[in-house]
């Protein structure tokens, strides 16, 4: 079954830090683009970071530039998001995506996949 497991999610104060992981099953992760979206209330999902298949090339939202790291294990099928000197504004469901676009993905596959999203809250 295919799946993308987020964690980390919690409370902060702003200033503070949080870690988010996320496992994937069920797909050859190796071979997917791997992104970070968040959504907060009454606003829509946007992009936060993006990492490449092989973790090469990474790009970030400029809003958590120089704040907020993403890295990906592909041994342990893991992305992962450091997000460091947090704001208010960084409050929102955190979801983990899984890009096939640029890859010819095997015929079982999809080229897409969406977390079921992790909360992030920071406030004091």
């Known amino acids: 079954q295919v799946q993308l497991v987020e964690s980390g999610g919690g409370s902060v104060q702003p200033g503070g830090s949080l870690k988010l992981s996320c496992v994937a099953f069920g797909f050859p992760f190796s071979l997917y683009a791997m992104r970070w979206y968040r959504q907060a209330p009454g606003e829509e999902r946007e992009l936060v970071a993006g990492?490449?298949?092989?973790?090469?090339?990474?790009n970030y939202a400029d809003s958590v530039k120089g704040r907020f790291t993403i890295s990906r294990d592909n041994v342990k099928n893991t992305v992962y998001l450091e997000m460091s000197m947090v704001k208010p504004e960084d409050t929102a469901v955190y979801y983990c995506?899984?890009?096939?676009?640029?890859?010819?993905?095997?015929?079982?596959?999809?080229?897409?996949?969406w977390g079921q999203g992790t909360q992030v809250t920071v406030s004091s």
């Open positions: 990492i490449t298949s092989d973790g090469d090339r990474t």
């Open positions: 995506y899984a890009d096939g676009s640029t890859i010819a993905v095997p015929a079982q596959y999809e080229y897409y996949y």
